[in-house]
């Protein structure tokens, strides 16, 4: 049961990975909107360690479509926003060594993914850490400093396909006060 008469829950559920983009450019105001709202997210102790690196280069978006196979889209995207944290700074003068800075960056991404749909974009998001053929490659061509990690990049654009929002919910997969 969802009720689709609240805004909010029509952007969450509305929602969907779109790899096929239009060929128009994302305005200047909504990316600026889709930055403000990624440094918005929630982090650990409100330490807020994300940097994002925006790319609206065409040939870059090739250059990292051709990472591997999985991040072709990126060559078809007016836009890559890529969540970055200074993880070893972030470990040494925070002490948390057991991947909290996944978790913010995390927050920030979806954040980015869910007003970009608010504002009538479409966008997936690629990951690249512990991807070993992305992470050894987009880094270096987002010239990343060294300590520097890439979560992930949400690849956005005004979406070339329409897709129904999400509904209902999968019982076998709900488990009350214990498995």
Not at 27 to 37: G, I, P, S, Y
Not at 107 to 122: I, Q, T, W, Y
Not at 152 to 171: C, E, F, N, Q, R
């Amino acid at each position: 049961m969802t009720s689709l008469d609240n805004e909010t829950i029509r952007i969450i559920l509305g929602r969907r990975s779109v790899r096929v983009f239009e060929a128009r450019s994302v305005e200047a105001e909504k990316v600026e909107l889709l930055l403000e709202c990624a440094f918005a997210a929630p982090s650990a102790m409100n330490i807020q360690p994300c940097h994002i690196v925006v790319v609206d280069d065409k040939d870059l978006l090739k250059k990292i479509g051709e990472a591997s196979a999985h991040s072709r889209m990126a060559a078809g995207a007016p836009l890559g926003l890529a969540v970055c944290v200074d993880v070893a700074n972030y470990e040494k003068k925070h002490g948390f060594t057991d991947g909290t800075w996944m978790e913010d960056a995390s927050c920030a991404m979806e954040n980015m993914l869910l007003a970009a749909r608010a504002v009538g974009l479409e966008g997936v998001w690629l990951q690249i850490a512990n991807r070993p053929e992305r992470e050894g490659t987009i880094p270096s061509l987002l010239n990343l400093p060294e300590g520097v990690r890439a979560l992930a990049m949400a690849l956005v654009g005004y979406g070339a396909k329409v897709k129904p929002p999400h509904a209902g919910v999968d019982a076998a997969r709900v488990h009350c006060n214990g498995w």
